[in-house]
Antibody, heavy 117, light 112 residues
């Protein structure tokens, strides 16, 4: 079964850091691009970042550029999102999603990040 | 700042047909934007429905179809079922020197 499981969310103070993980199983992780997408409470989906299959190319939304870093470990079948200088507006459910170069197809269930003092 | 616009809400009767659209602030949406459509129900993760304008995933019900319509991406539901009540999001790809993706604001579809 194809599965993505996010972890690492939690409560963090403004200005703090957090690293999210997304464990993949049931497919050849190293063959797929991967995305992070977030959703603030009661709001719509927002694309955050994408990484290509070997990690050599990354893209970011302007709102997180310079603060967030996407990476992957294909040996561990795991995607990461390092989030620094967190702000209240980064509060959201963060989803990882697989992409076979046509758009996200399989999504995880999400992990919740709350930025508050 | 690129903006992708969808109808905020639509209502359809069971068994009816409805079309949701997705427009880009940069101009006409073409196949080069690789339009994707997603369904999200309350408390659930999004589920992919359509990729690359009109292609269905293996799990996508036949009543869902994607197209380009009047310079926009479109998602048509034919023979709407009560379980189709959900939020629907489109996603467009913007290539170039700094490739990125942008979601529309979502359409709340009510089946009534």
């Amino acid at each position: 079964e194809v599965q993505l499981v996010e972890s690492g969310g939690g409560l963090v103070q403004p200005g703090g850091s957090l690293r999210l993980s997304c464990a993949a199983s049931g497919f050849t992780f190293s063959s797929y691009w991967m995305h992070w997408v977030r959703q603030a409470p009661g709001k719509g989906l927002v694309w955050v970042s994408r990484i290509n299959s070997d990690g050599s190319s990354t893209s970011y939304a302007d709102s997180v550029k310079g603060r967030f870093t996407i990476s992957r470990d294909n040996a561990k079948n795991t995607l990461y999102l390092q989030m620094n200088s967190l702000r209240a507006e980064d509060t959201a459910v963060y989803y990882c999603a697989r992409d076979r170069r046509t758009g996200p197809d399989v999504w995880g269930q999400g992990t919740t990040v709350t930025v508050s003092s | 700042q690129t903006v992708v616009t969808q109808e905020p809400s639509l209502t359809v009767s069971p068994g009816g047909t409805v079309t949701l659209t997705c427009a880009s602030s940069t101009g006409a949406v073409t196949s080069g934007y690789y339009p994707n459509w997603f369904q999200q129900k309350p408390g659930q993760a999004p589920r992919a429905l359509i990729y690359s304008t009109s292609n269905k995933h293996s799990w996508t019900p036949a009543r869902f179809s994607g197209s380009l319509l009047g310079g926009k991406a479109a998602l048509t539901l034919s023979g709407v079922q009560p379980e189709d009540e959900a939020e629907y999001y489109c996603l467009l790809y913007y290539g170039g020197a700094q490739p990125h993706w942008v979601f529309g604001g979502g359409t709340k579809l009510t089946v009534l």
